[in-house]
C-alpha cells in the first residue's frame, strides 16, 4: 500500500478544495458547506456517498461500516474566519503548504480519505468508519455523543489531528475543565459612599490568587485564569466581576480534585456571592489507552521503511480524549506533520503526506486482520 507521486497530487488538489471551504466552527453555513465538500470528496474517492448528521445545525459527515472495526476521527471545522483565505490563500510551494486549517487537520482529513482507498483495494472498507465532525475546535458540544456512540462500535480509533515534532505521535493529552466565576457584590459611589458597597473586584482579586494555588506543576496540573471583567463605570463601587478559567490536568483524579477546589472558593468579603458555572468538559487521554496502538505503529513503520515515531505527551485535548476515556485503545497525531497550529504561520509539510497516509493505511489493516475480541 505504497503512495506514489501521482497520489499526492491528486491529494493536494483535493486539499485545495476542502482549504477553500472556509470553515469556521461559529458559522454553521460555513460549515454546511464544507461538508458537502467533504462528503463530495469521500464519494468520489472511495465510491460509497457518506450521510451528513446535522445535531444542532451542525454537520458532521459520517461514512459507516457494516460492521466496524475502528474508528478514523477527523473535523472539518477551522479556527480561522470567513476571509482568512483573502490574506493566506492556500499555496504550495517548496514543500509547505499554508493556508488556513491546512495543519489543522484539512490535510490529516484528505490522508484519512486516501489512506481508506488504499485499504479498500486490500480488505474494503466494511470494518472501518469515517467521522469527520464539524464542531471539535469548540469543543465538540453537538459531536460527543456521535463519537462515543461510534467508538463504542469499534476495537480502536485512530485521530487525523497534527503529529507532533518531527512525526511524534500523540500518547498523552491532557483533560480540560473550563469555568466561568462571577461575584455578585453591591453597587455604590465610589466617592460618595463607597462603604455602602460590596466591592466584587477585590473579592475576585483574592479569588484569582486562590486559583493560582490550586495548580500543581508537579502533577502537571495548570490552572488559568484567562479572561477577567469587573465593574462598569470609573467611580462605581463594581458589583460583579467575573474570570474565566482554564484548567489542564493529565488525570481524572486530579480534574476532580480541581472541581471539588474550584466549587469550594470562599471570599472575606462581606456580603458578595460566589457563583460557579461549568466543570470538566473532556477527560484525559491516558498512556494505557494508547500503548498498545503506539508500540504497532512503530513496529509498522519499521516494516514500512520509515523512521518509527517517537511518543508525546500534550497540553492540548482533542476527540481522541473522549475514546480513550471509554476504554477504547486510540491513537492521536497521525495528520500533519508542520508547525503554527491555530497561528498565521499554520503549515504543513508535503515531504509527509505519503508516509503518514501509508502508516494510516497499515494501521487500519493491522487492526481489522487481528482476532476479533469477544
Known amino acids: 500500500m505504497r503512495v506514489h507521486s501521482d497520489r499526492v497530487e491528486a491529494m493536494l488538489d483535493d486539499l485545495a478544495r476542502l482549504v477553500r471551504a472556509e470553515s469556521p466552527s461559529d458559522d454553521l453555513a460555513a460549515v454546511a458547506r464544507s461538508a458537502d465538500v467533504v462528503c463530495d470528496l469521500v464519494g468520489s474517492r472511495l465510491g460509497r456517498s457518506p450521510e451528513v ?8 459527515v459520517m461514512l459507516r461500516g457494516r460492521d466496524p472495526r475502528v474508528l478514523l476521527l477527523a473535523h472539518h471545522d477551522t479556527v480561522w474566519p470567513i476571509g482568512t483565505l483573502a490574506e493566506l490563500p492556500f499555496r504550495v510551494a517548496d514543500g509547505v503548504i499554508t493556508g488556513p486549517g491546512t495543519l489543522d487537520m484539512k490535510v490529516g482529513l484528505v490522508q484519512a480519505i486516501h489512506a481508506l482507498d488504499l485499504v479498500r483495494a486490500e480488505i474494503g472498507l466494511d470494518a472501518v468508519t469515517l467521522l469527520v465532525t464539524g464542531d471539535e475546535e469548540v469543543g465538540s458540544p453537538t459531536s460527543r455523543a456521535l463519537i462515543e456512540a461510534e467508538a463504542a462500535r469499534c476495537e480502536a480509533a485512530l485521530v487525523l489531528e497534527p503529529g507532533g515534532d518531527g512525526g ?7 483533560g480540560t475543565s473550563n469555568y466561568r466565576i462571577v461575584v ?5 459611589h465610589a466617592g460618595l459612599e463607597p462603604e455602602r458597597g460590596v466591592n466584587a473586584g477585590i473579592a475576585l482579586a483574592g479569588i484569582v490568587l486562590a486559583l493560582d494555588a490550586i495548580a500543581d506543576p508537579d502533577a502537571g496540573t495548570t490552572v488559568t485564569p484567562t479572561t477577567l471583567a469587573a465593574g462598569t463605570t470609573a467611580n462605581t463601587v463594581p458589583a460583579q466581576a467575573q474570570v474565566q478559567v482554564d484548567v489542564r490536568a493529565r488525570t481524572v483524579g486530579e480534574q476532580q480534585r480541581v472541581d471539588r477546589a474550584i ?27 494508547t500503548d498498545g496502538l ?6 509498522l513503520a519499521g516494516e514500512l521503511g520509515q523512521p518509527q515515531p517517537a511518543g508525546v505527551a500534550v497540553g492540548g485535548a482533542s476527540d481522541g480524549n473522549f475514546t480513550g476515556a471509554l476504554g477504547v485503545p486510540t491513537l492521536d497525531g497521525l495528520g500533519a506533520v508542520g508547525g503554527g497550529p491555530h497561528a498565521r504561520s499554520e503549515h504543513a509539510l508535503v515531504e509527509w503526506i505519503a508516509p503518514r497516509t501509508e502508516l494510516l493505511a497499515a494501521l487500519v489493516v493491522d487492526v481489522v486482520q487481528r482476532p476479533r475480541h469477544d
Open 263 to 289: 466549587r469550594a472558593l470562599t471570599t472575606p468579603v462581606a456580603g458578595a456571592r460566589i457563583i460557579v458555572t461549568g466543570g470538566p468538559h473532556r477527560p484525559p487521554l491516558e498512556r494505557a489507552a
Open 184 to 188: 455578585e457584590g453591591r453597587a455604590a
Open 53 to 60: 448528521i446535522d445535531v444542532e445545525g451542525v454537520h458532521h
Open 294 to 299: 503506539f508500540e504497532r505503529a512503530r513496529a
Open 168 to 174: 511524534a505521535l500523540k500518547i498523552v493529552r491532557k
